[in-house]
């Protein structure tokens, strides 16, 4: 892996008889390819993120209700229980994994669609992206009612009720974060298989080429 020094006079700022040039930007070779890491790589990046985001989310709801059971609250919700004193930016973490986890994988597969499909089917290959995502909206909440379906009648109680107090959306998140992995596993085995059109290469390898030395390196996502 080699660091590429590069400088440029653009836009010079002139102090009185001082000149501050252009900053001087060290860049690293990742990967030796004009696009960074693969489409598939950032794909499978935004799943870890994802699978990640779910678990901090667990956490930070076990914590919240821990603060409304130990605390005093800050009130009575509309739909009953009491109001947290925990602040609000514990919630920070999670959306900020959600938007890195969005970013990562939902361009890559905007990416994908365009460079990967022939030609002539470019359109439908984004309107299957764009299906693909409000299929995934409808099964989403599928998956809440399914929940709070099976899990009313049980002896630990629901996991979804009005008074989230009382419920266990932490185990629901537990539970997202179980299918993410399954997921990625999945996307895992389709990937190692995939070859790109063009180019040939997949995901599981990736060619590192400097002016003294070249080697393989083997990426695992």
Known sequence: MKSVTAATLINVLQLGHFQIP???YVLEKVT????????LQR????LILGIFCMIVSG?????RKHIAATKPGLGIAPKGGTI??????WLVPQLVLTGLAEGFNYIAQVEFFYKQFPEGMRSVAQACFFAGNALASYLSGFLVSLVHHITKGSKRGDWLPDDLNEGKLD??????AGLGVLNLGYFLVCARWYTYKGDGEGL???EITG?????????AV
């Open 32 to 39: 030796g390819k004009e696009g960074g890491i693969t489409m």
């Open 211 to 219: 002016k003294e030395d070249t080697k393989n390196v083997h990426l």
């Open 22 to 24: 252009a900053a001087t």
């Open 59 to 63: 956490l930070v709801e076990e914590y």
């Open 171 to 176: 185990y629901f998140y537990f539970m997202l």
């Open 204 to 206: 599981g390898e990736v």
């Open 84 to 89: 947290s004193s925990m602040s609000a930016m």
């Open 43 to 46: 794909m499978g990046i935004g």
